[in-house]
């Protein structure tokens, strides 16, 4: 059973940061890319950050620049280094494996976690 725990969100003033983890099971992490989802009340879920295992990142346009994907392979674990933080990035967010389609896009590949929720509030 593949699992996903996301931790490290909370409430942050606009402007701050926030560093969020995703502990995945050995055999989901070892051989995909790992993604980033976020979905907001009312909104689709998004992937925002994807990072291949060879290190190679992609980000959504909305948060380029102040979002950094990183993942530690020994540790099985991908992080979401958020920076700038603005109010619209309020969302639960979820880790995923993630593969591409014949088509260029990136779909998730496991079971979701529960996710950590991201404030940004004054």
């Known amino acids: 059973q593949v699992q996903l725990v996301e931790s490290g969100g909370g409430l942050v003033q606009p402007g701050g940061s926030l560093r969020l983890s995703c502990a995945a099971s050995?055999?989901?992490?070892?051989?995909?890319?790992m993604g980033w989802y976020r979905q907001a009340p009312k909104k689709e879920r998004e992937l925002v950050a994807v990072?291949?295992?060879?290190?190679?990142?992609n980000y959504a346009d909305s948060v380029k620049g102040r979002f950094t994907i990183s993942r530690d392979n020994a540790k099985n674990t991908v992080y979401l280094q958020m920076n700038s933080l603005k109010p619209e990035d309020t969302a639960v967010y979820f880790c995923?494996?993630?593969?591409?389609?014949?088509?260029?896009?990136?779909?998730?590949?496991?079971?979701w976690g529960q996710g950590t929720l991201v404030t940004v509030s004054s």
């Open positions: 995923n494996a993630v593969r591409l389609d014949f088509s260029g896009n990136y779909y998730p590949l496991g079971s």
């Open positions: 050995g055999s989901i992490f070892s051989i995909n890319a």
């Open positions: 990072i291949t295992s060879g290190g190679s990142t």
